[in-house]
């Protein structure tokens, strides 16, 4: 039986927590969660949400300067892992971040095989203390899984030797994601989902649609520093009547919202400091048999595959034709939801990621010792 203890503040989301069902489904896994009693990103408070818990323990345990990404720590975390002694244990945050450094350290302390997660895709400059937290963490860590191959080149290039494993942080439930009738649904529906800011391109997606003929609308899932002023440019053009910003939905209800959607568009921009990861509503759309419109940043396009249409970055006026021709076309939007939901069931189920997550755990512990 391989003892394994999951550090992560991203489970106090319930759809989340899937996941971990389908870790702990393996015979020769016991999986504990450690994780706070919430979270706070920007504006959003997300108290811990008891969804999918069977088969695992959790560990709910302080968290301080919560909300600060990369400071954040759990001052309990050491006492709790002499306690329960892990083969393994598994950070599900950046190398530079603090939490990481200190688990990592309290890990070897006990000896435990240590892993982490990084999402990062872009190669920049660290400042102090971050830099030094990171060089740190490489000694400390066995292995290393990146969520999309270019968080992996990163990871190279800047000086990680260890393995390194190339898997999304979460899948989806199809169960739980999956196509409804839209039958008669009428207005041509257009969504969004994400935070409200200016790397995810809300302002393209406002723009495009106001090109479009008068039988559709707009729906804005999520929150953030921008909202403001999207309104402001919805009016501006004249469309304030036809857009809908929704604020945030808990995570267990997006299955129904994003069902009842025709196409599901991100239309994220890269910056200096961001790029897209992964889209982690591309593949609950997908899920959900609808069609979907992604920019070119990042991740965007490997994600997407042949489930659905990508645009330049910036290029506004190529994602209005794309949502043109969808809004004319329903038998394309058919098809490509029927498309996506295949490929999301093939690479990106909470099951898959489950078994190579797993599978990972087991070449952990066949490679050599632990580092001291």
Known sequence: MIRVA????AFVRGAYQRKLEEIARCGDIELILITPPSWREGRTYVPFEPVFTHGYQILITPLHLNGHFHLHFYPRLGALLREL????????????NLATWL??????????RRLFFTWQ???????VPF?????????LADGAIAGNRDAQDVLQRRGYRGPIWVIPQFGIDPELFQPTSRAGAGLFTIGFAGRLTHAKGVDL???ACATLTDNWRLILIGDGEERSRLEQLARDLGIAEKITFRGEVRSTDMPRELAALDVLVLPSRSTSRW??????????????G????????????RVIGEGGLVFPEEDWRVLARHLDTLQRDAELRRMLGVRGRARVCAFYTHQRIAEQTVAVYRALLDAVPARS
């Open 6 to 9: 999951i550090l992560s503040k």
């Open 103 to 112: 688990a990592l350290r309290a890990a070897r302390r006990i000896n435990a």
């Open 275 to 288: 790029r897209e990861q992964f889209g982690r509503v591309l593949v609950e759309a997908m899920a959900c």
């Open 121 to 127: 895709n872009i190669n920049r400059p660290l400042p």
């Open 131 to 139: 830099s030094t937290l990171e060089r740190w963490s490489y000694r």
């Open 290 to 301: 609808v069609a979907v419109i992604g920019s070119d940043s990042g991740e965007i396009p």
């Open 85 to 96: 002694r892990p083969d393994i244990v598994h950070v599900d945050e950046e190398p530079y």
């Open 205 to 207: 997606l406002i723009r």
